[in-house]
T-cell receptor, first 113, second 111 residues
Framework: DTEVTQTPKHLVMGMTNKKSLKCEQHMGHRAMYWYKQKAKKPPELMFVYSYEKLSINESVPSRFSPECPNSSLLNLHLHALQPEDSALYLC????????????FGPGTRLLVL | ELKVEQNPLFLSMQEGKNYTIYCNYSTTSDRLYWYRQDPGKSLESLFVLLSNGAVKQEGRLMASLDTKARLSTLHITAAVHDLSATYFCAGDLQGAQKLVFGQGTRLTINP
């Protein structure tokens, strides 16, 4: 089973809202990732958690706040977003965050009004 | 800083033809990945190339890696419509923790 699940599939939020994106995997992977993908562009790395600790933050604005409650779950908390933050947010996981393929979830399509 | 460039960015081809997508990268990358993305969908892993001279094949797709030339290729043999998608190559730094993607090649295969 190489499945990464993400909820919700779609999200519309206003600039003053607070919302969260959720990602889950049950493959025993110890590294989890958040990517942002704008239309017709490649994914861009936002955060990496390795063994439930934040190991990479790609200078993402503080209105995005990641959280890794346990080895299977990854959240992305959103607050005071801007319209330019509208994008597809992809979660991925890999076995140890070393040499393994990253497996991507289906994504959450976010629209900020 | 690792930079990854693909060409062509757009490719329209007929069924039954062969073609190659090229992926150049700017500095040493531990390994090279190929992903497929259908419109509105997520990324599907196709190949991981680990060493110089590596060649992997799955169906009508074959990927290769030349680390000396810093070049990977994705070759499509006898294309079929189902292969229409966007194909990304990606290199990594610090192991697979930081993938750097190419711009993507949007492939359209016409009947």
């Amino acid at each position: 089973d190489t499945e990464v699940t993400q909820t919700p599939k779609h999200l519309v939020m206003g600039m003053t809202n607070k919302k969260s994106l959720k990602c889950e995997q049950h493959m025993g992977h110890r590294a989890m990732y958040w990517y942002k993908q704008k239309a017709k562009k490649p994914p861009e790395l936002m955060f990496v958690y390795s063994y439930e600790k934040l190991s990479i933050n790609e200078s993402v604005p503080s209105r995005f706040s990641p959280e890794c409650p346990n080895s299977s779950l990854l959240n992305l908390h959103l607050h005071a977003l801007q319209p330019e933050d509208s994008a597809l947010y992809l979660c991925a996981s890999s076995q140890r965050g070393g040499e393994e393929t990253q497996y991507f979830g289906p994504g959450t399509r976010l629209l900020v009004l | 800083e690792l930079k990854v460039e693909q060409n062509p960015l757009f490719l329209s081809m007929q069924e039954g033809k062969n073609y190659t997508i090229y992926c150049n990268y700017s500095t040493t990358s531990d390994r090279l990945y190929w992903y497929r993305q259908d419109p509105g969908k997520s990324l599907e892993s196709l190949f991981v190339l680990l060493s110089n001279g590596a060649v992997k094949q799955e169906g009508r797709l074959m990927a290769s890696l030349d680390t000396k030339a810093r070049l990977s290729t994705l070759h499509i043999t006898a294309a079929v419509h189902d292969l229409s998608a966007t194909y990304f190559c990606a290199g990594d730094l610090q192991g697979a923790q930081k993938l750097v993607f190419g711009q993507g090649t949007r492939l359209t295969i016409n009947p």
